[in-house]
């Protein structure tokens, strides 16, 4: 699979942004889906999971409860909800994919998945 994310921006603190994983192919539903960030000077970090089918998702500590993640099968779409903004938020974004074999699998370290985007840079401004 393919995948193009989209949607980061500048955004000044509090503010909100939503980022948008579109995949290619027609089984986009095995996969389930992450998106990690990456600030200047650090190692990548897991942000926040969903299962294949959304019925389960997971977030890192430092975004729960400001982000939120969901997915539409039907448009081979993953986004990201982002409230409540920090400069601690800002970071490229990379949505990434793996091959599920149930509807419980919630990968959250980088090394479980097998497929990236491109990634998309939010800069949150103080």
């Known amino acids: 699979v393919q995948l193009q994310a989209s949607g980061g921006g500048l955004v000044q603190a509090g503010g909100s942004l939503r980022l948008s994983c579109t995949g290619s192919?027609?089984?986009?539903?095995?996969?389930?889906m992450g998106w990690f960030r990456q600030a200047p000077g650090t190692e990548r970090e897991f942000v926040a999971a969903?299962?294949?089918?959304?019925?389960?998702?997971t977030y890192s500590d430092s975004v729960k409860g400001r982000f939120a993640i969901s997915r539409d099968n039907s448009k081979n779409l993953v986004t990201l909800q982002m409230n409540s903004l920090t400069p601690e938020d800002t970071a490229v974004y990379y949505c990434a994919a793996r091959p599920s074999w149930t509807d419980t699998e919630l990968p959250i370290t980088e090394f479980q998945y097998h497929y990236w985007g491109q990634g998309t840079l939010v800069t949150v401004s103080s």
């Open positions: 969903i299962t294949r089918n959304g019925g389960s998702t």
């Open positions: 192919g027609r089984i986009f539903n095995i996969y389930g």
